[in-house]
């Protein structure tokens, strides 16, 4: 079965500083990755996503993430962060077969930059 | 930029009530979604639709769920007899199809069941 696991909670970095939001995952044959974003009272925003190519890809707001697939991660980093950057962070998988091409979402992690 | 949009914003209904949840996917998207958030968890997917019938649908979403496009541009979910665990926050999601495409999100329904 698909899955996603975020194991932190909440990530703390001051703002300029470099941040990482760890994912990994477990799926059978090669994955669609996705990361999300959710500011408060607000739906989930598109960051980014990997589907085949290079590892790096990079998405909006200054963000990018990393495929690993020997070590099935996908962590999303950017370089400095900002205040704004905080919210809740989303890793989701979908399988490219199948006939609804569902997200499976990790369970989020909550970012804080603190000035 | 075209948006998924969702009415009501927060829905507050009695036990065993029936509450339909509307949305309004992106134009030329075919595939359509709802998930669910319960405070403080996780997304969950509920149930896929494409091309007027269901494709998929969890565990969750048992014989109180239903999801209609009833004019090809309204995107419905209706809970039949809501119970207190349904309070969560719920989701529309639209994509223009395979093949590595994003989902849009909606910025969702607050359903209180009290």
């Known amino acids: 079965a698909q899955s996603v696991a975020q194991p932190e909670d909440q990530v703390n970095v001051a703002e300029g500083n470099p941040l990482t939001v760890k994912c990994t995952y477990s799926?059978?044959?090669?994955?669609?990755l996705f990361w999300y974003v959710q500011y408060p009272n607000r739906g989930l925003q598109f960051l980014l996503k990997?589907?085949?190519?290079?590892?790096l890809v990079k998405g909006s707001y200054g963000f990018e993430a990393e495929f690993n697939k020997s070590q099935t991660s996908f962590h999303l980093k950017k370089p400095s962060a900002l205040v704004s950057d905080s919210a809740l962070y989303f890793c989701a998988v979908r399988a490219p077969s199948g006939s609804s091409y569902k997200l499976i979402f990790g369970s989020g992690t909550r970012l804080l930059v603190r000035p | 930029e075209p948006e998924v949009t969702q009415t009501p914003s927060h829905q507050v209904t009695q036990m065993g009530q029936e509450v339909i949840l509307r949305c309004v996917p992106i134009s030329n998207h075919l595939y359509f979604y709802w998930y669910r958030q319960i405070l403080g968890q996780k997304v969950e997917f509920l149930v896929s639709?494409?091309?007027?019938?269901?494709?998929?649908k969890s565990e969750i979403f048992d014989d109180q769920f239903s999801v209609e496009r009833p004019d090809g541009s309204n995107f419905t979910l209706k809970i039949r007899s809501t119970k207190l665990e349904d309070s969560a926050m719920y989701f529309c999601?639209?994509?223009?199809?395979?093949?590595?495409?994003?989902?849009?999100f909606g910025p969702g329904t607050r359903l209180t069941v009290l």
């Open positions: 999601a639209s994509t223009e199809g395979t093949g590595g495409n994003e989902q849009f």
């Open positions: 990997y589907i085949t190519g290079d590892n």
């Open positions: 799926v059978s044959g090669n994955p669609y």
């Open positions: 639709f494409y091309n007027n019938e269901i494709s998929e």
